[in-house]
């Protein structure tokens, strides 16, 4: 009988451990390749790159001797013709937190977030105070417009993988059509099974 | 004196009209016509605005391949399992099960 529970409580240890997860955290900037997929240290890579290039290129001090103010920027679509699902936003957000800190480039919202704020406007309308009341037609407009797409290459034999990334973001002159300045980021991977 | 003023009046907002209308120097005088294209379905273009829209491709791998054919052979297998226990020829699922547990395992 006592044998019996001593494997009774032996087997339920292992069950036990068996199921148990380990979760460990880990600093944002490390590289754990796990699958080699797209992964958090290809997006920083990317964000660092495309903050250094956007921000050290010509387009903004042409724009601020031509025009006397900082440069207006929107961001537009980001395209996906990889062979992964990767989203742009976060490495697009990066970017964007970059140019608000510089104070060297400026930022309006777009897409979704501005149909929010323009209905809140609206809302405010009937609702707000008179005081506090925002008015319609008094938003900044961009100057540039903020492009990309993501592609990719995939070469594979048997075990063996090769994956090339090819990151490039645009801006584009909203007025005038004229491309400013092209981002460019290659991330390159070999994957063995 | 109310003519005069009328006529002020209207000749005040002509003016007005003409300087809204008057080009920018180069401006294509047939900007209207793109203008009216592109504010009647903007909203549509602007949705996917700050987004990423994905138009991923699946690329071959050999390895993810092979995986795959093994996964579904193994459904295939289950499937077929399912669907031999399913019909009135086995009333015994067990008893089967036993005799034929040598081939689909």
């Known amino acids: 009988m006592k044998s019996i529970r001593i494997i009774c409580f032996f087997s339920a240890l292992i069950l036990l451990a068996a199921c148990s997860r380990k979760v460990t955290r880990i600093d944002p900037t490390d590289t754990p390749d796990i699958s080699g997929k797209w992964n958090n240290t290809d997006s920083r890579l990317t964000a660092e790159e495309m903050i250094s290039q956007s921000l050290g290129s010509a387009w903004l001090n042409n724009f601020v001797q031509a025009k006397g103010k900082k440069p207006v920027v929107i961001c537009g679509m980001i395209s996906n013709k990889s062979h992964e699902h990767i989203e742009a936003e976060t490495f697009i957000k990066d970017l964007e937190r970059a140019f608000i800190s510089s104070a060297k480039v400026g930022l309006v919202q777009g897409g979704k977030k501005r149909e929010e704020l323009r209905a809140e406007k609206a809302d405010q309308q009937t609702n707000s105070s008179v005081s506090t009341m925002k008015r319609f037609g008094l938003e900044n407009g961009a100057d540039f417009i903020l492009q990309g797409s993501i592609n990719s290459i995939v070469d594979a034999f048997k075990r063996k993988k090769t994956v090339t990334y090819q990151i490039n973001l645009e801006l584009t002159n909203i007025e005038t059509n004229e491309v400013v300045w092209i981002g460019d980021k290659k991330i390159s991977k070999f994957v063995k099974n | ?95 089967w099960r036993r005799r034929n547990v040598f081939f689909y395992r």
């Open chain 2, 1 to 95: 004196m109310k003519r005069i003023l009328l006529f002020s009046i209207s000749v005040f907002s002509c003016v007005i009209s003409q300087a809204q209308e008057q080009l920018a120097p180069d401006q294509n005088p047939n900007y209207k016509v793109s203008m009216a294209k592109y504010q009647t379905g903007q909203e549509k273009i602007l949705e996917g605005m700050g987004t990423t829209s994905q138009n991923t491709y699946k690329a071959y791998d050999w390895f993810e391949a092979k995986q795959q054919r093994k996964q579904d052979r193994l459904d295939f297998r289950r499937k077929l399992t399912l669907a031999r226990v399913n019909s009135n020829r086995f009333t015994d699922y067990y008893r």
